[in-house]
């Protein structure tokens, strides 16, 4: 009865006094703030160290060498700049360079790592980056300069069923690369854009926002793709590249993605390229 009552009471709260019921009221709320703040303690310390071994270069995992932002403060930074981040779909990603792409689609590109990694990786094939926050599209022009593929990077907004149905339609792209919080489940249906038949996808898939997506794609695409589900890991001290040397707590704590349950992938290679 409680609790019902604070949850009717709470939504009529500005957002920070919600925080603050929540925080007295919710002990795996609770739970999760303490280990989001020792995570960003740690992750300030590592930081120092692993900035000093890389000078802004990506040390290890498919893009070692990109050079990267000091100052980008809007995604999990420490692992990107070790290499590690999604180590899961590295070796996915590494095979990209045995693939003839010629043109990819990063929907959902953040700040850049993947469109502007890709470009570095595979020096053949042109980029569109769509990507919605303003301030993100700005950090992936700053990556895509200082490591010279801005040319060769097309970018854009929010991506939606009829752009990018024309891009594949008009621009015979050969992958697509997919991570927008749960909105792939609309995005990517092959009924409404028959074109996705043709190509590759990596996509990562949200099941704590979309319960069942993950099978809801690898069902549209069973019949005309083969289907890969790579599953999210627990980093171990072995996973840091060799370039840098942290002590094991600080080492799992800047590898750490707090990604929590339901973020997977699905690679989907199309039968027919």
């Not at 929540?22 to 020792?38: G, N, P, V």
């Not at 180590?87 to 045995?98: P, S, T, Y």
């Not at 707590?249 to 349950?261: I, K, P, V």
Request: glycine share 8%; charged share 25%; proline share 4%.
């Amino acid at each position: 009865m409680v609790r019902p009552l604070l949850s009717r009471v709470s939504a009529l709260l500005p957002t920070r006094a919600r925080q603050w019921i929540w925080r007295m009221t919710d002990a795996d709320y609770r739970l999760q703030l303490e280990k989001m703040s020792r995570a960003l303690s740690c992750r300030r310390r590592a930081m120092r160290i692993i900035w000093a071994a890389s000078q802004g270069r990506v040390m290890g995992g498919p893009f070692r060498g990109l050079v990267y932002l000091q100052d980008w403060k809007g995604s999990p930074f420490t692992q990107k700049l070790l290499g590690t981040y999604e180590l899961e779909i590295a070796g996915v990603v590494d095979g990209l360079r045995h693939r003839s792409y010629r043109r990819v689609i990063d929907i959902g590109a953040g700040e850049g790592y993947y469109a502007c990694g890709l470009t570095y990786l595979l020096p053949q094939i042109r980029m569109k980056a769509y990507e919605a926050d303003a301030d993100s599209r700005g950090a992936l022009q700053r990556i895509a300069l200082l490591n010279d593929v801005k040319d060769r990077i097309e970018l854009a907004g929010m991506c939606d069923l009829s752009l990018l149905a024309a891009d594949l339609r008009e621009q015979r792209s050969d992958l697509v690369i997919c991570d927008i919080e749960g909105g792939e489940a609309d995005l990517l249906d092959p009924a409404a854009i028959p074109e996705l038949k043709q190509v590759d996808l990596l996509v990562e898939t949200h099941e704590g926002l979309r319960p069942g997506v993950t099978t809801l794609l690898s069902e549209r695409f069973r019949d005309t793709h083969q289907v890969h589900h790579l599953h999210q890991r627990v980093r171990v001290p072995d996973d840091l590249p060799g370039a840098v040397t942290l002590p094991e707590d600080l080492a799992l704590c800047a590898m750490d993605e707090l990604r929590g349950d339901g973020l997977d992938w699905l690679w989907l290679t199309s039968t027919s390229r």
